[in-house]
């Protein structure tokens, strides 16, 4: 986790100014999960960046913790948060097991564009399970490496060998999806907008 924080510590600046890739796509992914949310609801972002997409959702919920290894991220996504006069964000540097966030305490959890990026997918998604109450959703997009081109495949360890990618985790829509059922998750909805990725809201069981 040190190098993975050393590396998005250096990026944050850079991915700051970075555009969305593909706006048509995120529009769809921000406006399904505000059809999930509640004006009551307690919110859950880990693995946020700079807070963009926190503050896109937080008009819609009572309340959003959005979290992030990175403090550098982090001193970006605040200085946003206050630009804009957003009171009800509040942004923890830390991970899911670091963190001191109680179990059953939120309607949702947003796991977005991070899941590849972790060691152990699994255990993060158990957290999950646990930090949700019963009947609240995970919404989850992540890229699938072992269904991205073989050229990525063979330039993303070159990449990381002079720190220009991080670690990701190679996984693929199956294996996602029978980590989230063996978690005890159902899943409600499921999109791939293209081959590589995928986007879901799964929930845990009432």
């Not at 070159?158 to 978690?183: C, E, H, I, T, W």
Request: with cysteine; proline share 3%.
């Amino acid at each position: 986790m040190k190098d993975s924080k050393a590396f998005w510590d250096k990026t944050a600046p850079r991915y700051a100014k970075s555009k969305i890739q593909d706006e048509k796509t995120y529009q769809k992914k921000l406006a399904i999960t505000q059809e999930y949310f509640r004006p009551d609801w307690s919110v859950l972002e880990f693995g946020c960046g700079t807070g963009s997409t926190a503050m896109i959702h937080a008009p819609h919920v009572k309340h959003i913790v959005a979290t992030d290894i990175s403090d550098k991220m982090l001193d970006i996504a605040d200085r946003k948060r206050k630009a804009a006069g957003i009171e009800n964000i509040s942004f923890h540097q830390g991970t899911l097991d670091s963190l001191d966030l109680q179990a059953e305490s939120f309607d949702a959890v947003l796991g977005l564009n991070v899941l590849h990026l972790l060691e152990d997918v699994d255990v993060t998604i158990t957290r999950v399970h646990e930090l949700l109450r019963p009947g609240g959703i995970f919404v989850s997009s992540t890229a699938l490496i072992d269904e991205i081109s073989v050229l990525w495949r063979w330039l993303i360890p070159v990449m990381q060998l002079v720190n220009l990618a991080p670690y990701v985790n190679r996984f693929s829509r199956q294996g996602f999806v029978s980590k989230l059922v063996d978690a005890g998750f159902n899943l409600d909805l499921e999109w791939q907008p293209r081959k590589g990725s995928i986007f879901i809201v799964a929930r845990k069981a009432t």
